[in-house]
């Protein structure tokens, strides 16, 4: 499974981006997928996944009713929409999947290389 992150960039408080995951050489016919981040100096955190149907979604706490996690089964595609964003949404985002159906809040095997997000006050 290969996972390529984009999207990702500089950004004022308030603003949006939209962070794309293309994925391919995917041997399973339907994977849910996720995101994650990481900020300087701390651990690898869960961030919002979704189901292979999209009908199930799941999102962190802290951001939830700005984020969105959606996704384009025809374009082998997810994407994350980011809105209202803050200084403490800084970081590397990962997309991330185990090539299974079904969405979790936990890490799978398969990471991206990652796409920064910065949040300048």
């Known amino acids: 499974v290969q996972l390529v992150e984009s999207g990702g960039g500089l950004v004022q408080a308030g603003g949006s981006l939209r962070l794309s995951c293309v994925v391919s050489?995917?041997?399973?016919?339907?994977?849910?997928m996720g995101w994650f981040r990481q900020a300087p100096g701390k651990e690898r955190e869960f961030v919002a996944a979704?189901?292979?149907?999209?009908?199930?979604?799941y999102y962190a706490d802290s951001v939830k009713g700005r984020f969105t996690i959606s996704r384009d089964n025809a374009k082998d595609t997810v994407y994350l929409q980011m809105n209202s964003l803050k200084p403490e949404d800084t970081a590397v985002y990962y997309c991330n999947s185990d090539g299974g159906p079904i969405a979790s809040t936990s890490p799978g095997i398969y990471w991206g290389q990652g796409t920064p997000v910065t949040v300048s006050s």
């Open positions: 979704i189901s292979w149907s999209g009908d199930s979604s």
């Open positions: 050489r995917v041997s399973e016919d339907y994977y849910a």
